[in-house]
């Protein structure tokens, strides 16, 4: 996929999780079926923060050229993830759980979607221009050159539209 198109498809994600959150009051955005299920509110605390911190960071420092290295290749889960373009169907736990999402208010997501998107349409043109030869590290896939982290993040996000449907779902059963 080209960069232009892969930008416009993690925009146009990023634009409907912001408009959904409309849709919520502050009692759904926090609730919680079960203590090991994510609220709708921890899900976009998730998503908001693995963009800003994980794959723009990345990003950024692909197209800077630091904490990374020259070359290196996506180990047979990453080629596998990108040649379908989509993280398997399946629920996904972080080894050892790690510490649970605070959600916030949906003001706050909002302001960080809008802050997301900017900074998107600001490093396309740099994503487009960048040769891809320097990379940095995936925790799962191994090494990603600027424009595989734009492609990684646009599956990211696409992977929890699943788990969005099912938390809404919950909230029609209360």
Not at 22 to 47: F, P, R, V
Request: glycine content about 6%; aromatic content about 10%; overall charge negative.
């Amino acid at each position: 996929m080209e960069t232009k198109a892969i930008n416009e498809a993690l925009i146009s994600l990023l634009i409907s999780y912001k408009e959904a959150l409309s849709s919520y009051s502050d009692e759904q955005i926090n609730h919680k079926q079960a203590d090991d299920i994510w609220s709708i509110g921890q899900m976009y605390e998730h998503l908001t923060k693995s963009g800003n911190y994980f794959f723009m960071k990345n990003i950024k420092y692909c197209l800077e050229k630091r904490n990374g290295d020259m070359g290196g290749e996506m180990n047979d889960n990453g080629k596998k993830v990108f040649s379908y373009n989509s993280f398997p169907p399946i629920k996904v736990k972080v080894p050892g759980g790690g510490p649970q999402p605070v959600a916030q208010d949906k003001e706050s997501y909002a302001a960080a979607i809008d802050l997301l998107i900017a900074q998107l349409n600001i490093q396309e043109e740099k994503i487009q221009n960048d040769p891809g030869d320097y990379k940095t590290q995936h925790p799962v896939f191994s090494w990603h050159n600027a424009k595989e982290w734009l492609q990684s993040f646009e599956m990211h996000h696409r992977h929890h539209l699943r788990q969005k449907t099912e938390l809404e779902g919950y909230l029609t059963e209360k």
